[in-house]
């Protein structure tokens, strides 16, 4: 399963540190239309977010998860089946030797 790149796009813009967002897997389950008591299936995509080492304002998943379902639904008002859930937040860790080796060797 992939995610959007246009999602992806927009989450990076409105929540700056964000590096990754990657799909943990998804459940889906049934909900009743009361309109005509129908079952109409509901999923929810769990997500992992990667924050860079440096980021300054790290949301929490709650806090997370409302930007993303906020984004989505601008996105597409037609489709409220579909919601998001951040299971996992990781930082990267700082690679010092990256940084010392983009420095100091000749590209």
Do not use: C
Not at 35 to 59: G, K
């Amino acid at each position: 399963m992939v995610i959007p790149e246009v999602l992806i796009k927009v989450i990076k813009k409105s929540v700056p540190g964000v590096s990754s967002l990657e799909i943990d897997g998804y459940k889906n389950y049934a909900r009743i239309s009361f309109a005509d008591y129908n079952t109409v299936p509901n999923y929810l995509v769990l997500l992992n977010v990667r924050y860079h080492w440096n980021s300054n304002n790290i949301l929490s998943p709650e806090k997370l998860g409302e930007v993303i379902n906020t984004s989505f639904s601008m996105m597409h008002p037609d489709i409220d089946f579909v919601k998001f859930e951040v299971k996992r937040v990781n930082i990267e860790k700082r690679n010092y030797e990256k940084e010392f080796l983009d420095m100091f060797m000749k590209k």
